[in-house]
């Protein structure tokens, strides 16, 4: 097996939905904006300020393009997490003397359940629905679950763990036709799929730049105008973003979030396409001659460049401890500061052992060919060695009970 694109000190990267590498068009795009571009957005009084304000606008309208909005109605964030804390903070309080109910899935982001769980604290109800063994929603129990006091559906777009994609635009229908606003965190989803808030009848989606190969520590809430959606503030102070997130903004990662942006609408399908042949030779040649390998979630509703599997008699700590020369990430331990198991692979049904046993596995941007065979031959190796050593331990003490018996 030969590594590519790597050297012998640097893990070959497969963790692609914790974080992308800005792509070099993005830092170029960048980096004017550090220096001499290096104005206040907000100062409107010269140049410097209006040849920021410019660039912003602009990235604003590339954000806008990749999910089908117009440009006024994105509202930029520091990321995802406040995009979601906005969206369900802001609509439950702004519509609380009128609806008190939040339906989501027990299956969301980790930001998402507790700020679920901090509005319970407040008086509202939350429902958490379970999904299926294949992490998709039943429609049926999200239109028994929508009662006439059910202000927001909130339902991740594409997860973060298993990569399933769920049906946006049914879900769009059931709400809006039972008359809740329909919330989605697309921060796996924008650049990967196609998006179009329109079509979908998506009311806020929470998006995230680093996720799509643009700057850490800049997100975006689009936010419906027409019907528009009221929210209540989270942050008080100058009142940018239209009142919705005061701050000043850092025109150097919107102009990168915009370029990532209107890079995914040019290439999105023929990444598309070369991901999903990767992810397909990848599982091909993990599972090639051994067994007990599951794929967790459903393998064809799922975002090409994530493969999540579980491998039977094998315990995670051992497996990553065994492939310290690839970066990926275990379910064992779904936030990075936390060691329970992941919520996600339990709603799915898994046994604590299987969940032990998970590895995400994600492919992305710059992922070769080379890099994927390296990456199924280090696993198969290391699964195989693990089995044999720990069947080997074993054995004693299996002697021991039928000389005992």
Partial sequence: M????????????????????????????????????????????????????????????????????????IVFTSGATEANNLALKGVARAYAAKKNHIVTLATEHKCVLATARRLEREGFRVTYLPVDKAGLIDLAALDAAITKETVLVSVMGVNNEIGVIQPLAEIGRLARARGAFFHTDCAQAAGKIPLDVEAMKIDLMSLSAHKMYGPKGIGALYVRRRPRVRLVPEMDGGGQEEGLRSGTLPAPLAVGFGRAAEIAVAEMDAEASRLQALRARLYERISRGLSGVRVNGDLERRVPGNLNLSFADVTGENLMLALKDIALSSGAACASASKEPSHVLAALGLAEAEIESSLRIGLGRFTSESDVDYAAGRIREAVTRLRTRDAADAAPETRARIAVS
Avoid: C
């Avoid at 140049?47 to 117009?70: M, S």
């Fill in 2 to 73: 030969e590594r590519a694109m790597i050297n012998e000190r640097t893990p070959l990267y497969l963790d692609y939905q914790a974080t992308t590498p800005a792509d070099p068009r993005v830092v170029d795009a960048m980096l004017p904006y550090f220096g001499k571009r290096f104005g206040n957005p907000h100062s409107v009084s010269h140049p410097y300020g209006w040849e920021a304000a410019d660039a912003v606008e602009i990235a604003r309208g590339q954000v806008a393009a990749l999910i089908g909005a117009t440009a006024r109605e």
